[in-house]
C-alpha cells in the first residue's frame, strides 16, 4: 500500500475506492501493517466502494433534514426496472427486437449522461421534428423516466452526486479527511461534488493506491491463448510455492467471455484434486468475477421450483429440481427421484407441471409427494399482487416443499441463501416503483434480478488472485502477469453509446466514444500495471482463433522474455508417471442353461456386438432416452402391431380381402387403427397436441391401405397365428419368441411374417458370417421344431414405412409368395433346405457365444451398430478408437 494512504488511514480517514475489491484489498493490507507494527487490536478503517459512500453522504444528509425533496433513493434494481417498464410502455413509438437489451443501454445511456455532461438535462436539446433517430428517442425515454422519479419523489445513483452538489451549503463538516484512491481518472460530475464538498469545508485528497517501487516489466508470446493462460497459470503456481505469503495476481483482458475456461484450467493446474467427488473448493485461487445467481445451484433450485408453482417447466429443468440435494431425503432417495428424468422422456415429455411433478414422486417418493401436494394447496388458497406478498409467498412455498433440504448446508451454500434472502429483499423492494405485478411480470421481473446479480462466495484470502482489467487496477502484487494484450484487442476497440449523440460524446471525452480516447486509456491503464509488482509479465497469443496476432504496440517498449513451455495438466503427469497394466476382460460368467433373457433381441445383439448383449440383457443396461416430438418410434411401432393384428383378427383370410369392396375396406381400416389407437393411455394422449392424434390415424390407415394392396398380390392364404408365442432351444438356451403373424398357405406350408416400421436389410445381405436376420431365422427354425410335418415356404419382413412399404424376404418356391426373392437364388447351398441349416450353424453358434459369456467389444463392420447402440459409454469404443488412432500415437 502507499504509506501515504496507510497514513491517512491511520490516522482515521475515509478512503474512497473505485471498486469493492480494491476495497477489500487496503482492508487487508491496513490490518497486515498493524499486525507488522505489533497492534494488538485497532479501529476498522473506513474504506468505501465510491456508491457506498454516496449513499452515506446522502443518508447524512437525509438525517440532518437537509434535503426537502426527493429523499427517496432508488436501487439499483428499481431503477433498472423502472427503465424496463418505460421502455416496454413506449414500444408502440419505438418498436424494438429486444426492449430489455433497449432498457439497459437507456440505463447505460442516463449515467453517462449524468457523469460526462455538465450537470443540466442536455438530452432536451436532442428532440427533433420526425422524433425518430436514436437520440431522439433516448430523449423522450429520459423525460419519461425523469417524470418517473418526480412522481415518487426519488432520485437514483447517476443524479445522486448532482444532488450531493445542490445540498453543499447544507452538508455537515467532518473533521475526517477523505481520500479518493485508486481512481485512475474523475470523470465531471465527481469533480463538481469535489469542488462542492471542498467548498463546504470537507478536506479531500486524491492519492494513488500503489506504492512507488522498482518494478521490472517485461513480455512474453504464447501460441494460443489457452496455451498463454497455462503458463501464467504454472508461472504463478510456481511463485506460490516458492514464496507462500506471497500475493499472486493474473490479469486477463478477456475474463468475463473465458471465464469458464480459465476456472477450468485453473483448477486443473493448481488445484486438481479440488475436481474430485466431495472435495471443497481449493483457497489456492480465487476469481474477481462472480457467477451470476441462476447459476448457483442452491439459487437455482429456488428459481425453478417457484416456476414450477406457477407454470410449466421444460422436463431438463424439472428434473434436475426433483433430483435436487436441496430437497428433503434428498441423499436417500436421489437414485429413484433421478429415475423421473428417464420416466418423462420415454413418455415423450416435452414440459412438466406441478401435478405431474406430483404424480411422478407419489412413485418413488410418496411423504415428499404429499408435502408438495400440501403446498400446492396452500399457494393456490393465497392472494398476492404487491412484490411484498411474492417474496412472502415464495419464502412460503420454498418452506413448504422442503428447500433448502435438510442437511446442514457448507459454507457457500449458506452464503449463497443469503444472496436468496437478499434477492427477496431486494424485488420486495420494487413496490416503489412497481405496486402489483402479474404472476408472469413478477415471476421474470425476480428471474431478471437474479441474472443481473453477481454471487462470489468468500473466504480466506488466496494467495493467487485471477481479475478482469478494471478489478485488477489499482492493486499491489508481488507478482503479476497480465494476459490476453494482443494487437487488436489492446487497445479496446471505441464503442460508444448507440443512444447518445456521437459528437456529444466525443467532445466530453466519453469512455469508448473515440479511438484516441481508449489508446490514451489503454496507455495510462497498461502503465500503471506496469508498477504494481516487482515483476511484472505482459502476454499475447501469436494466434487466436485460427489467425496470426501480434502483441500490442503499448508493451513493445518492454524487454522480451522467452516463449513459456507449456504447461503439463495433472492427468498427464500422472499418466507418464505411472506404468499402466493392461488386462484383457472380455468373458462374462457363463449362461446357465434355461430361459434366456432378451429372446431374439438377446441373439441380434449378439450378433451385431457381443459386448451389447451382455451389458443390455445381461446387465441391464438401457442407453439414456433420447426427447423426441410426438410419439416415440416405439409407440408408433407398437400402434402399427396392434392395428395390424385388430385388423387380420376380423377379416382372417386372403379370399375375405378380396371379397371387401372399398368402403368396407376403409370401414375395417378406420375400425382397426381406432382399436389400436385405445392402447395408448389416455393420459399419454393429453401430453400430445390434440392435432397428432388425427394425423397418427391418418398415418396408419395410409400404412394399412398400402400394405393390404400388397397382400391382394399373393396367392391364396389364411391367417394361422397372430402374436403368437413359442420357444426355440440353441446351445442349451432357452430362447422366448414372440411371432407377428402366420400364414398357411392353400397350397400346404406356413409362411412367417414379422412387422418393421424401421430399416430392413435386402435378402442378398442377410448372409454375413453373423446374420444379419436372425429374426426370421429363429422364426423359421421354432416353427420347424413346433410342426415338423409342414414346412415353412416363405419368410419375409413387412416392411411398413412412409415413404412405402415392401415385401422383404425369401420363398422357397414361386408359388409360395411371387413378390420374394428365391431361395434357389440367394440362399445358401441354393436351397431352402440349405437356407435353414446355415441359419441353425449361425445361430446355435451365437447362442453357444451367450452361454459361455462371450462378451468382446467386437461391433459388425458393416452396418455398424454403434450409431444405434447407445451404450458406448460403458464399452469406451470411442476411447479404444482414439487411444489407437495415429494421431495419438504421433503425439
Keep these: 500500500m502507499n504509506p501515504a494512504l496507510l497514513a491517512a488511514l491511520a490516522e482515521g480517514a475515509i478512503v474512497v475506492t473505485p471498486n469493492r475489491r480494491l476495497a477489500r484489498f487496503l482492508h487487508r493490507d491496513f490490518d497486515l501493517a498493524q499486525r507488522a507494527r505489533g497492534e494488538i487490536a ?25 434535503v426537502n425533496d426527493a429523499a427517496f433513493l432508488l436501487t439499483p434494481a428499481q431503477s433498472a426496472l423502472q427503465w424496463r417498464q418505460l421502455v416496454e410502455a413506449d414500444q408502440a413509438h419505438a418498436p424494438l427486437l429486444d426492449a430489455r437489451g433497449a432498457a439497459a443501454l437507456a440505463a447505460e445511456a442516463w449515467s453517462l449522461v449524468h457523469q460526462w455532461g455538465a450537470g443540466g438535462e442536455s438530452w432536451r436539446a436532442w428532440r427533433d421534428a420526425n422524433d425518430a433517430d436514436d437520440p431522439a428517442v433516448f430523449a423522450r425515454w429520459a423525460e419519461g423516466y425523469a417524470a418517473g422519479l418526480r412522481a415518487i419523489h426519488g432520485r437514483d445513483l447517476a443524479l445522486l452526486p448532482d444532488g450531493l452538489v445542490a445540498l453543499r451549503g447544507h452538508l455537515s463538516r467532518n473533521s475526517r479527511a477523505t481520500v479518493f484512491a485508486g481512481f485512475l481518472e474523475l470523470t465531471p460530475q465527481q469533480e463538481r461534488l469535489h469542488a462542492a464538498l471542498r467548498n463546504a469545508g470537507r478536506d479531500l485528497q486524491q492519492l494513488e493506491s500503489l506504492p512507488d517501487l522498482r518494478a521490472n516489466a517485461s513480455r512474453t508470446v504464447a501460441a494460443t491463448p489457452r496455451d498463454e493462460i497455462a503458463a501464467a497459470l504454472d508461472w504463478a503456481r510456481g511463485h506460490a510455492f516458492t514464496r507462500p505469503e506471497a500475493r499472486i495476481g493474473i490479469v ?6 473465458r471465464r469458464d475456461e480459465i476456472v477450468a484450467l485453473a483448477e486443473d493446474l493448481l488445484c486438481p484434486g479440488a475436481i474430485l467427488p466431495g472435495a471443497t473448493a481449493s483457497a489456492r485461487f480465487e476469481i474477481s468475477l462472480g457467477i451470476a445467481l441462476p447459476a448457483v445451484p442452491l439459487i437455482g433450485n429456488a428459481l425453478d421450483l417457484i416456476t414450477l408453482a406457477e407454470s410449466a417447466l421444460p422436463i431438463g429443468s424439472a428434473a434436475v429440481a426433483l433430483r435436487s440435494p436441496y430437497l428433503p431425503a434428498a441423499e436417500e432417495e436421489w437414485p429413484r427421484r433421478a429415475r423421473i428424468e428417464r420416466d418423462w422422456l420415454e413418455e415423450g415429455r416435452r414440459e412438466v407441471t406441478l401435478s405431474d411433478a406430483i404424480g411422478a414422486l407419489r412413485r418413488c417418493s410418496p411423504e415428499l409427494a404429499a408435502r408438495w401436494r400440501n403446498a400446492r394447496d396452500a399457494w393456490r388458497a393465497t392472494r ?84 478482469g482489467l478494471l478489478e485488477g487496477t489499482g492493486l499491489a502484487f508481488d507478482a503479476l502477469w497480465v494476459a490476453g494484450l494482443a494487437g487488436d484487442r489492446w487497445p479496446a476497440a471505441r464503442s460508444p ?19 484516441r480516447r481508449e489508446r490514451e486509456y489503454a496507455q495510462a491503464l497498461t502503465a500503471r500495471f506496469a508498477r504494481a509488482a516487482p515483476e511484472v509479465v505482459f502476454s499475447s497469443a501469436a494466434n487466436i482463433d485460427d489467425h496470426e496476432s501480434s502483441p500490442s504496440a503499448l508493451i513493445l517498449s518492454y524487454p522480451e522474455r522467452p516463449a513459456p513451455a507449456r504447461a503439463v ?88 380381402l378380396l371379397a371387401l369392396a372399398e368402403p368396407e375396406l376403409a370401414e375395417r381400416v378406420g375400425t382397426a387403427v381406432e382399436s389400436a389407437l385405445v392402447l395408448l393411455p389416455a393420459p399419454r394422449w393429453r401430453t400430445l397436441p390434440p392435432l397428432l392424434r388425427d394425423g397418427e390415424a391418418r398415418r396408419l390407415r395410409g400404412l394399412l391401405k398400402a400394405w393390404l394392396a400388397v397382400e391382394r398380390g399373393r396367392p391364396p392364404f389364411t391367417v394361422q397365428a397372430i402374436e403368437s408365442s413359442t420357444s426355440l432351444k440353441l446351445a442349451g438356451l432357452e430362447i422366448g419368441l414372440r411371432r407377428d403373424r402366420i400364414d398357411a398357405l392353400a397350397d400346404g406350408g406356413v ?111 458393416r452396418p455398424s451398430p454403434c450409431p444405434h447402440c447407445g451404450l458406448q459409454p460403458l464399452c469406451r469404443i470411442e476411447s479404444i478408437r482414439r487411444f489407437n488412432s495415429p494421431e495419438n500415437n504421433n503425439e
Design 42 to 66: 485497532w479501529p476498522t478503517p473506513s474504506i468505501l466502494p465510491y456508491p457506498q459512500w454516496l449513499e452515506a453522504l446522502w443518508a447524512g444528509a437525509v438525517a440532518a433534514d437537509a
Design 252 to 257: 486477463v483482458e478477456d475474463l468475463a467471455a
Design 384 to 467: 398476492r399482487s404487491t412484490p411484498r406478498e411474492w417474496a412472502d409467498t415464495w419464502r412460503s412455498w420454498l418452506s413448504a416443499v422442503g428447500w433448502p433440504g435438510s442437511r446442514p448446508l457448507d459454507s457457500a451454500e449458506y452464503q449463497a441463501r443469503e444472496a436468496w434472502e437478499r434477492l427477496l429483499g431486494q424485488f420486495a423492494s420494487l413496490g416503489a416503483v412497481a405496486p402489483r405485478l402479474a404472476p408472469a411480470r413478477a415471476l421474470a421481473s425476480l428471474r431478471s434480478l437474479a441474472a443481473e446479480t453477481l454471487f462470489q462466495p468468500e473466504g480466506g484470502v488466496a494467495p493467487i488472485q485471477i481479475l
Design 497 to 515: 453509446n448507440p443512444l447518445l449523440p456521437l459528437a456529444w460524446q466525443r467532445e466530453r471525452d466519453v469512455p469508448r466514444a473515440s479511438a
Design 569 to 656: 495438466p495433472w492427468a498427464r503427469v500422472m499418466a507418464l508417471g505411472t506404468k499402466l497394466e493392461t488386462t484383457v476382460d472380455n468373458r462374462a460368467p457363463p449362461l446357465a442353461a434355461g430361459r434366456a433373457p432378451g429372446g431374439a433381441r438377446l441373439i441380434a445383439a449378439q450378433s451385431d456386438c457381443p459386448f451389447q448383449a451382455v451389458a443390455r440383457f445381461r446387465l441391464c443396461v438401457e442407453p439414456w432416452p433420447v426427447p423426441f416430438a410426438g410419439l416415440s418410434p416405439r409407440e408408433r411401432g407398437m400402434l402399427v402391431h396392434a392395428a395390424m393384428a385388430a385388423f387380420w383378427t376380423v377379416v382372417g383370410n386372403h379370399a375375405a
Design 751 to 861: 409362411a412367417i411374417l414379422d412387422y418393421k416400421t424401421g430399416r430392413v436389410d435386402r435378402p442378398r445381405r442377410w448372409f454375413d458370417e453373423r446374420p444379419r436376420a436372425s429374426q426370421l431365422g429363429l422364426y423359421t427354425l421354432a416353427q420347424r421344431a413346433v410342426q415338423r410335418t409342414l414346412a415353412v415356404r416363405a419368410t419375409a419382413y413387412a416392411a411398413l414405412r412412409p415413404e412405402g412399404v415392401a415385401a422383404v424376404g425369401v420363398a422357397a418356391d414361386e408359388h409360395a409368395w411371387p413378390a420374394l426373392d428365391r431361395a434357389a437364388v440367394i440362399a445358401p447351398a441354393g436351397t431352402w433346405a440349405g437356407l435353414e441349416e446355415w441359419w441353425r450353424t449361425r445361430l446355435e453358434g451365437l447362442a453357444a457365444e451367450i452361454a459361455r459369456g462371450h462378451a468382446v467389444v467386437a461391433p459388425r463392420p
